[in-house]
Nanobody, 115 residues
Framework: QVQLVESGGGLVQPGGSLRLSCAAS????????MGWYRQAPGKERELVAR???????DYVGSVEDRFTISRDNAKNTEYLQMNSLKPEDTAVYYC?????????WGQGTLVTVSP
């Protein structure tokens, strides 16, 4: 029943910006924690950012001054604003929801940072 649908990925030049969106359904969005993970080719999936139901945020050190995670409870949507993108940010980005302690994932959206 829980569904997460990412959008907003694409090709961008270094230094550019993208905003990812995650449309959530199947649970009471406003009461649950959300997050973004990414997986680069040949590498393990890693946490990028998290946001609690109360709005507290955490970021991996490599993105904390460039990315902003947010949520709009009225739209059941999570966002990841990505600025000053680097080639190292190239990955499939996955929306994550922690619903009563269980992990759920979207299908992913590809972000490619290249000249």
């Amino acid at each position: 029943q829980v569904q997460l649908v990412e959008s907003g990925g694409g090709l961008v030049q270094p230094g550019g910006s993208l905003r990812l969106s995650c449309a959530a359904s199947g649970f009471i969005f406003s009461t649950q924690a959300m997050g973004w993970y990414r997986q680069a080719p040949g590498k393990e999936r890693e946490l990028v950012a998290r946001i609690s139901y109360g709005g507290s945020t955490d970021y991996v050190g490599s993105v904390e001054d460039r990315f902003t995670i947010s949520r709009d409870n009225a739209k059941n949507t999570e966002y990841l604003q990505m600025n000053s993108l680097k080639p190292e940010d190239t990955a499939v980005y996955y929306c994550n929801a922690r619903v009563w302690g269980r992990n759920y994932w979207g299908q992913g959206t590809l972000v490619t940072v290249s000249p």
